[in-house]
């Protein structure tokens, strides 16, 4: 498999990773509101945005016209929610009652990187590469 099969094969599950996240917001939105930041106002309103988003992004990945806005708009957003994944660990860790072990919870701050690596590899040739 070449670069351009790879970059395409990565961007697909990219996509359906995000789309999938994006569903589980309205699906699971008692386990994305508890870890909404408290400082921020009406945690199930922005669980719902930020499930639109996602689903929104995932989708433009796969139109090429849109790729690299997508790539933007899903950087922007995974910053935005790293300070949820920050909060799932502060919880766990006062808690004590965590969903996930504590090792997976430190796991997910640098990964959030990498997927932003891996969106922009993915999406940063949009106008080069239509396809």
Known sequence: MNRSETKRVVRLLL???????????????KFYSAI???Y????RALVFISGVCEI???AA????????LAGYGLIAFLL??????IQMLLDSAH????????????????LQFVFIAI???????????KR
């Open 15 to 29: 996509a359906v990773a995000f789309i999938v996240a994006g569903v589980l917001h309205f699906t699971h939105t």
């Open 56 to 58: 929104i992004g995932g």
């Open 40 to 43: 921020l106002p009406y945690p």
């Open 95 to 110: 808690t004590g009652a965590p969903s996930f072990p504590p090792l997976l919870l430190w796991l997910r701050l640098p």
């Open 61 to 68: 990945l796969l139109v090429p016209r849109l790729r690299r």
């Open 36 to 38: 909404m930041p408290g």
């Open 80 to 85: 935005a929610v790293f300070p949820a994944n």
């Open 119 to 129: 969106v922009w590899w993915c999406s940063n040739a949009a106008v080069a590469e």
